[in-house]
């Protein structure tokens, strides 16, 4: 029980906040409204995965924003070459960013921290002298997938949910997830194992960068038009979403089922005070709280482990 009390806890937390509001909110249940705050998550819960990779490797990405804005920006622009270029241009971008990322740190040993803030910086000075704030109209056929909206959005969530169940299975069961592990809970120990703490590192930088374009393309087919500043906050939401959800900042722990309830109620944050009538202004406080108590907990158990 002990093992997964974050997860849980967090369980419960969600439960709570969509029993409170089934009682004293039920519109907020309706279900085309509920659909669609499903699937403006699913971009984010793509990228979740990638980040929790990252950060049970012992690193961290927040560069990732500004990336997902450069890709969906590339998939706009492609989209008229065909739905199918324009999710590969969008991948492959990400992947290269990523491979940037990944270089810098695995092979030059620099900080992540310090390198994802200064690509960070490059991708959205790039993107506002390439696009100057200009919005790219999508064609005919893109937007859902040429399905109708409720068929588009069902599809989107249900293909984020497969991919947090197929990377949460291949985390625990695969040779290269629980490379990750080692690496993230003691880099010497691993590389004394046989596993490369370099090549793992480089690893989750690039999957990042393709997971983040694909989000990407999650998020433009949701709309007729592409927006370049997309992007902006992603990074704060993910990792807020994986640090509630019990992924340790220092590396080592965590597990993605954790953090899908953990993005789930940081997201519900804003409807359910619209709905209690509550200003707005007290989201951010109240996911700053939220954020808080994940640390904390974390820190607490870490001392008792100790």
Known sequence: ??????????????????????????????????????????????????????????????????????????????????????????IATGALMGVL??????WLGLPSIVVTLATMVTWQEALRLWQEGRLINLPVGVQWFGMSQA???????????????????????????????AVGTDAEAARLAGVDPKRVTFGVFVLMGALTGLAAVLNTVQSPQVQPTCGDGLEMKVIAACVVGGVAV???????????PGLILLANVNPALTHFHVQAYWEKAIQGFVILLAVVADGLRGRKGR
Do not use: K
């Not at 984020?160 to 695969?174: F, T």
């Not at 220092?250 to 899908?260: E, I, T």
């Open 151 to 181: 068929g588009g959005q069902t599809t989107l969530i249900v293909f984020s949910v497969a991919m947090l169940a197929v990377a949460a299975w291949m985390m625990r069961n695969v040779a290269a997830g629980r490379h990750v592990y």
């Open 1 to 90: 029980m002990n093992r997964y009390f974050r997860e849980l806890s967090v369980a419960a937390a969600l439960g709570v906040l969509m029993l409170t509001l089934a009682v004293f909110a039920p519109h907020f249940f309706a279900l085309q409204p509920l659909l669609s705050r499903l699937t403006a998550q699913t971009p984010a819960l793509v990228v979740a995965i990638g980040m929790t990779l990252v950060m049970v490797a012992r690193q961290i990405d927040i560069s990732v924003g500004a990336q997902f804005g450069m890709c969906a920006v590339v998939a706009g622009l492609l989209a008229p070459h065909g739905l199918a270029v324009a999710i590969g241009g969008a």
């Open 101 to 106: 990322n990944g270089a810098l740190v695995a």
């Open 250 to 260: 220092s590396g080592g722990r965590g597990r993605l089922w954790g953090v899908f």
